[in-house]
């Protein structure tokens, strides 16, 4: 069935370093990955996504990149900083946020001062 | 503008007991989704309601799951009779046409 997988489960670094996630991919259709990041307690809030007719996309220290052969999707914050920790979550789905989004695990970042 | 809400935030139930969650899209927002986080798992899609009818309800773990969404605006999640497997964070979102799907601070359901 459908499935994405994320790496690493937990990461942590030091403020000003950057961190990257990384996710796979099982169905070849998807065209959509947002990139969700939830801190405790709140809502899963859209921190950036990319559709499959480009390959990288950015926003200040947070960028997307996509390779659809290999069917992988990373996430990379650059100057990391202690309020970016949270439990990042990538997805996959179909025609934008149209349709169902299928969830990696998440990976818990912890930035460290 | 609101953004998606959900009520309670919280709701502690018997094995066997009913709860329904209530979930509020954003105004004008014409998908609903209804996913359930269990036990620090990923988050796993149950059902998409497209005004009101059900575009996609193929992630419903089984009968004991009853969602509604009359009129097109808000919907509600009906559990009935909860087992102990139904306990996780359950979510609401929504989106207009194919946007972003944006996300409600969920549901903390406990069954005891």
């Known amino acids: 069935g459908e499935n994405v997988e994320q790496h690493p489960s937990t990461l942590s670094v030091q403020e000003g370093d950057s961190a990257v996630i990384k996710c796979t991919y099982s169905d070849s259709a998807s065209n959509y990955f947002p990139w969700y990041k939830q801190e405790l307690g709140k809502r899963p809030q859209l921190i950036i996504d990319i559709r499959s007719n480009v390959g990288e996309k950015k926003d200040q220290r947070i960028a997307v990149t996509l390779n659809k052969t290999a069917k992988h999707f990373s996430l990379h914050i650059t100057e990391t900083q202690p309020e970016d920790s949270a439990v990042y979550f990538c997805?996959?789905?179909?025609?934008?946020?149209?349709?169902?989004?299928?969830f990696g695990a998440g990976t818990r970042l912890a930035v460290h001062p | 503008e609101a953004g998606v809400t959900q009520f309670p935030s919280h709701s502690v139930i018997e094995k066997g007991q009913t709860v329904t969650l209530r979930c509020d899209p954003i105004?004008?927002?014409?998908?609903l989704y209804w996913y359930r986080r269990v036990m620090g798992k990923e988050i796993k899609f149950l059902l998409h309601f497209v005004k009101e009818s059900k575009q996609d309800e193929s992630g419903m773990p089984n009968n004991r799951f009853l969602a509604e969404r009359t009129g097109g605006t808000y919907s509600t999640l009906k559990v009935q009779p909860a087992e102990l497997e139904d306990s996780g964070v359950y979510f609401c979102a929504s989106s207009l046409g194919t946007s972003a799907q944006h996300f409600g601070d969920g549901t903390r359901l406990s069954i005891l």
């Open positions: 997805a996959a789905g179909f025609s934008g946020g149209y349709n169902k989004l299928i």
């Open positions: 105004s004008g927002h014409d998908n």
